[in-house]
């Protein structure tokens, strides 16, 4: 298994998308806080710089579409892993139109282009959760069990595990992969019975972080040439404590990205891209 595990987090592409005005006052939420269009640009401009700039990575920007006013969550239109793109069949029928644009973009990158057919089949990319070692997938409002079978079927080399989520939009709405072996959790009651799940489920014993903030627990782990581990995390104005936990980790880069808006709408870190590592081709 050392050698599934040896590419973790090597990731040379990302897709993002632009934000629309839309999003203000159209995207789906929880709650009815004001989104302030600007500061929500903003903060994703900073989040694609990251990307782009600091960590080197190629983006691919899909344009922004006033008519999917949460086009910005790329993550729930596609599961990527290794050079199979499973296009998803989203749990709000109002953002089943996002794969579109996501299909094209991960066939332009000659990926190996998976699609759920199944009309009964709902799947979020926001409740898979992939260790390199295996798949958890959260069966919550958006995702359900016949969504997970899929995607089993489409990663046949992982085991596929199902994570009932009771509370929060998404299971990587409490948790999320902080390297190689390492799940960031979420200190709730819901967060932790999701973690002891994940862990009867799977053979491997995986270490734990828990941050006192569930949504602090959505980062961005990589592994880069140069830059070695690279923690993508909440900044100190949104979950002082959870930072504090996340500056344990002494061999990490650790670059704090501001997400007060997208938050308003359940948007998380991961939410935003989709990752990829794109092989290069043998000469």
Known sequence: MAGLMAGFGHYTHAIVRGIPASLAKEALRTNQAEVDLDKARTEHDAYVQVLRTRLGLEVVELPADESLPDCVFVEDAAVVCGDTALITRPGAESRRRETEAMKEALTDLNMNIVEIADENATLDGGDVLFTGREFFVGLSKRTNQRGAEILADA????????????????????????????????????????????????????????????????????????????LLHCTTDEFPESVKVFEKLKDHMLIPVSNLEKVKLDGALTCCSVLINKKKPDN
């Open 155 to 230: 990663f046949k080399d992982y085991a596929v595990s199902t994570v009932p989520v009771l509370e929060g939009l998404h299971l990587k709405s409490f948790c999320s992969m902080g390297g190689p072996g390492l799940i960031v959790i979420g200190s709730s009651d819901p967060a932790q019975k999701a973690l002891k799940i994940m862990q009867q489920m799977s053979d491997h014993r995986y270490d734990k972080l828990t941050v006192p903030d569930d949504l602090a627990a959505n980062c961005i782990y990589m592994n880069l040439p140069d830059k070695g581990h690279v």
